[in-house]
């Protein structure tokens, strides 16, 4: 099974400030079959990114992702207010598929 | 539009069963490969099942395998989640998740439900 370690756990910046997370895999990800989902509070998580640098549909260009291998980077260039919540990077790769523990977005 | 509406959620005992359904509509479900995720109260996503749209590839997280059938009946346009042994750290929103390129196999998902939450206490 491919564990996902995300990191930081917890990110404090502000509106207009550029938010880099990171999630790190214990073996490659095949065909960078990275994914990562944004969770508000009291909803289901919405995709984000895949094949770890495609944009969903819908999702603005300030979100953008980046990596390969066992290092995936999602990078929020400026900050709106509704893009704190919480992060999930994903592999689905295998089918066994694997979700890192998240990472909190959170206003500073 | 999509919809994916879970439902069966509810308070069980430690050992005892119950069964999730989820209704799609919006969609031919029939071709569609199915999973459910699940998330325990403020932790994070764990991937529980998955069933291919004629229920030929199934498979299973660790921590459920032996305990949990997931199933599905395409007359019927619903997915199930047949929940056995049921533990504690079962205790989560049980969420109904499709990808919109049909089959999930090397694809992200796309298509969440908003969940049912289903608890594990004495």
């Known amino acids: 099974e491919i564990v996902l370690t995300q990191s930081p756990g917890t990110l404090s910046l502000s509106p207009g400030e550029r938010a880099t997370l990171s999630c790190r895999a214990s073996q490659s990800v095949s065909s960078s079959y990275l994914a990562w989902y944004q969770q508000k509070p009291g909803q289901a998580p919405r995709l984000l990114m895949y094949?770890?640098?495609s944009r969903a549909t819908g999702i603005p260009d300030r979100f953008s992702g980046s990596g390969s291998g066992t290092d995936f980077t999602l990078t929020i260039s400026r900050l709106e207010p509704e893009d704190f919540a919480v992060y999930y990077c994903?592999?689905?790769?295998?089918?066994?598929?694997?979700f890192g523990q998240g990472t909190k977005l959170e206003i500073k | 539009e999509v919809q994916l509406v879970e439902s069966g959620g509810g308070l069980v005992k430690p050992g005892g069963s119950l069964r999730l359904s989820c209704a799609a509509s919006?969609?031919?479900?029939?071709?569609?490969?199915m999973n459910w995720v699940r998330q325990a109260p403020g932790k994070g996503l764990e991937w529980v099942s998955s069933?291919?749209?004629?229920?030929?590839?199934?498979f299973y997280a660790d921590s459920v395998k032996g305990r949990f059938t997931i199933s599905r009946d395409n007359a019927k346009n619903s997915l199930y989640l047949q929940m056995n042994s049921l533990r504690a750290e079962d205790t989560a929103v049980y969420y109904c998740?499709?990808?919109?390129?049909?089959?999930?196999?090397?694809?992200?998902?796309?298509?969440w439900g908003q969940g049912t939450l289903v608890t594990v206490s004495s």
């Open positions: 994903q592999q689905y790769g295998s089918s066994t598929r694997t």
């Open positions: 998740v499709s990808c919109s390129a049909g089959t999930c196999y090397s694809n992200p998902f796309d298509y």
């Open positions: 919006g969609f031919t479900f029939s071709t569609y490969s």
């Open positions: 069933i291919s749209s004629s229920s030929y590839s199934i």
């Open positions: 094949g770890a640098s």
